[in-house]
């Protein structure tokens, strides 16, 4: 079975004219309802981080920023991030779902689990939360798999249409995590870092495997690209859990990203990254909502991603 975690919290992260906005979770959830995909899922239970475990990865300043920003009533943490009065509690509560997520593939019989999270997270650096994202979700919880779990080797998948440059951030020295991004790069694409040369720095050397793709490219081009990527960053770790980063503003409606790609693909992609789990990992995943911004394309592709998980 595949574990489900949602939660109407995640909607009271207020962002008001902002593509980052509650109605994606609401858009992606009655389609997962009215479809019959959420009934096959175990609904899973959580809970949020507290402050000290965000410490273990973000810098008090950042933290304290947020908490305080939200309390004051709301404001911004970077031209792009505004928070509302309950952000703080919500970005805790959406890092604690894809840690909890952690626990439950590693300690019980279902093997995968997809998080319906917002705010997102791969953006949010040791220092900044940025880019929509307050604190990193997918890193917290790969920080989970190896505090709680004892985990030395996770490989972090992103295919979000953007860099995901916190993540790489985050783990750019280290040794026990291969982070691998699919992403449009290039003439100003945010964020603008991901390039094929930032491959790690010290004992991290070799386990960030970026894949920047231009505007135009062909979808088959994409998937053929992915596929190869996936296989050599799986390979260079060897995998005792993957953690996908699941943005879906590669979509071609999305108005912000756009690589091209239709619902099939994100299917495709998640076939692809379950085989890597299965070789590798026990067939162990987790998946956390990134990105993704045109509602529609936001809740067809995460129903074929979801259904996909299932199988
Ligand atoms: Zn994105």
Avoid at 154 to 165: A, E, K
Avoid at 187 to 209: I, K, M, N, Q, V
């Amino acid at each position: 079975m595949t574990l489900l975690y949602t939660d109407p919290l995640f909607l009271r992260h207020e962002t008001g004219r902002h593509p980052e906005r509650p109605e994606r979770l609401r858009a992606v959830t009655a389609r997962l309802a009215k479809s019959g995909a959420a009934s096959q899922c175990v609904q899973g239970g959580y809970q949020p981080l507290t402050e000290n475990e965000v410490l273990a990865l973000h810098a008090p300043a950042m933290v304290r920023l947020a908490r305080r920003t939200a309390e004051q009533g709301g404001g911004y943490l970077d031209p792009d991030s505004p928070v509302s009065p309950e952000s703080y509690t919500v970005a805790l509560a959406a890092a604690g779902a894809c840690a909890s997520a952690v626990d439950a593939v590693m300690w019980g019989k279902d093997r995968n689990a997809l998080c319906l999270v917002r705010p997102p997270g791969h953006h949010a650096t040791p220092t900044h939360s940025m880019g929509f994202c307050l604190f990193n979700n997918i890193a917290l919880a790969a920080q989970r798999a190896r505090q709680m779990h004892g985990l030395k080797r996770i490989l972090i998948v992103d295919w979000d249409v953007h860099h995901g440059n916190g993540t790489q951030d985050i783990f750019y020295a280290d040794p026990e995590v291969q982070f691998f991004s699919v992403h449009r790069y290039g003439r100003g694409f945010y964020p603008g870092s991901g390039a094929a040369d930032e491959t790690g720095t010290g004992a991290g050397l070799g386990r960030t495997l970026n894949l920047p793709l231009r505007f135009g490219i062909s979808r088959k081009e994409y998937l053929a690209a992915f596929a190869a990527g996936l296989e050599k960053a799986a390979d260079a770790i060897k995998p005792e859990l993957i953690l996908l980063s699941a943005g879906f503003d590669a979509h071609a409606a999305d108005p912000i990203g756009s690589l091209g790609l239709e619902v099939e693909d994100f299917a495709e992609m998640t076939r692809l990254v379950l085989d890597a789990a299965r070789t590798h990992a026990g067939g162990r995943l987790v998946s956390c909502l990134e990105g993704g911004y045109d509602l529609e394309a936001l809740a067809l592709s995460v129903e074929a991603h979801l259904r996909e998980l299932l199988v």
